[in-house]
């Protein structure tokens, strides 16, 4: 294997960065809410899940009200 020297590597590195598409400010924009959104609404389905759950449980072993 051929030894890369920092110079060869850093100018490697250039030519691989000016091939990359990068994304404009409102595509990464509207990614960003989709996340939040996303997550928002996986926190919520998950609440939900685990208070069935949790009742049921009470239900089933006779601790709830």
Do not use: H, Y
């Amino acid at each position: 294997m051929a030894k890369t020297t920092p110079a060869l590597f850093f100018k490697q590195v250039r030519q691989e960065v000016a091939k990359v598409t990068w994304p404009s400010r409102r595509e990464t924009s509207i990614s960003t809410i989709m996340v939040f959104v996303m997550v928002m609404l996986s926190a919520v389905f998950f609440l939900v899940v685990d208070q069935i759950f949790a009742l049921s449980v009470k239900q089933l072993f006779g601790l709830g009200g």
